[in-house]
């Protein structure tokens, strides 16, 4: 491109899906070949689209923006891109599996034919239970699910408003409200994708009780990316400080959801000043294998000591489950600290065994929230 030339946006959109669904430089070039003959080929087709049988049958742009979050947001490969992008007219039955086999290959023509089925398949209540506590990220069932949830986080999270009053209607159904809590929602969380996991509980919040969501937001007073720069300073104050004492460990951090403050809320009875978690960092600690259940302990232990060198631990919200588990075999160690200049801190400490139960294992949220 020449200096000071406008880019084309298809054109660059392509690129960036290209470059999203690429495990290395070389397959660029190839992914950006394969998603632009699906979406010349999708544009072909679009003329003829009977828009009285399928009133909500999405544009290839429309397309493009679910194949390019699946790529950015869930970091799924070129044969699910290509899916999002065919859906409509597959859906429409302007193309056949076969055909969509012999052009773009079997997995994108297995994640449509999922797809398919999927329309016909209403989700009820128990659905959840049927998914195994680590869905397959290759199975063209679970992809063509997450499509689907592509697809939400396209119409409602975007920002983008939406103009047919009919269209609207029909993604604000109870349906979808109750499909949201009791299915994505938490499939989300069993696959670990928890912005994903957080914009759609968000969402469902938003039109479940708008009341409550909106007097949420007031009181937090500031922008969840005004609160994750916050807490971005805060974590990184921490890390330099535990890793000076030569411990191995990751720091995941996180800012507390609009949702997640409201479910507590309602879970605890309690009021919004008391929720003291608004913002946390979890400290797992590495290397422990063949280390016994006390030499864990002493390690948890020794890093909430070096936290409350710099921060002022409230002695009054700390909860020990490393000496006494949880009944869910749950084991962390979690203190509140007040950092002052930052406000209150949470802090969550536990070995990497301790994660895994907590995350994959008898323990994982997903077995009890929601």
Not at 12 to 23: F, G, P
Not at 50 to 79: D, K, W, Y
Not at 309 to 318: A, D, K, Q, R, T
């Amino acid at each position: 491109m020449k200096r000071n030339e406008i880019p084309d946006v298809d054109s660059w959109n392509l690129h960036q899906l290209a470059r999203a669904v690429s495990d290395h430089s070389n397959g660029i070039k190839r992914a950006w070949t394969a998603v632009h003959e699906a979406c010349t080929f999708v544009k072909s087709l679009e003329e003829k689209v009977n828009t009285s049988t399928f009133p909500f049958f999405r544009c290839p742009e429309e397309s493009l923006q679910v194949a390019i979050i699946a790529a950015t947001e869930m970091h799924l490969g070129l044969a699910t891109a290509i899916a999002a992008i065919l859906t409509p007219p597959f859906l429409a039955g302007l193309i056949e599996q076969e055909e969509v086999t012999q052009r773009f290959g079997a997995k994108a023509a297995s994640i449509l034919t999922e797809l398919d089925a999927l329309k016909s398949c209403k989700l009820q209540s128990g659905t959840i239970r049927n998914y195994p506590s680590i869905p397959d990220l290759t199975s063209p069932h679970i992809l063509a699910i997450l499509l689907q949830i592509c697809d939400i986080i396209r119409v409602h999270c975007s920002g983008v408003i939406l103009e047919n009053d009919e269209t609207t209607s029909d993604y604000f159904s109870s349906q979808l409200l109750f499909e949201l809590k009791c299915f994505y929602i938490p499939l989300s969380h069993r696959i670990q994708l928890y912005n994903v996991q957080t914009k759609l509980a968000d969402f469902w919040l938003k039109r479940a009780d708008t009341l409550s969501y909106y007097a949420i937001t007031a009181k937090l007073g500031m922008t969840k990316v005004q609160r994750q720069k916050r807490l971005d300073l805060i974590s990184e104050e921490v890390y330099s400080v535990v890793k000076n004492h030569g411990i191995d460990f990751v720091m995941k951090k996180r800012v507390k959801s609009v949702y997640s403050i409201w479910r507590k809320i309602q879970k605890l009875k309690v009021e919004f000043n008391q929720i003291n978690d608004l913002a946390a960092i979890r400290i797992i600690i590495m290397g422990m294998q063949g280390k016994t259940l006390a030499e864990e302990k002493i390690v948890c232990w020794k890093v909430l000591s070096i936290i409350s060198e710099i921060y002022e631990p409230m002695c009054s919200v700390i909860r020990d489950w490393i000496s006494v588990p949880r009944v869910s075999s749950y084991e962390s160690l979690h203190l509140t600290f007040e950092t002052n200049k930052y406000g209150r801190l949470e802090v969550q400490i536990r070995t990497e065994r301790m994660d895994y139960i907590a995350e994959q294992g008898e323990a994982a949220h997903w077995k009890y929230k929601l």
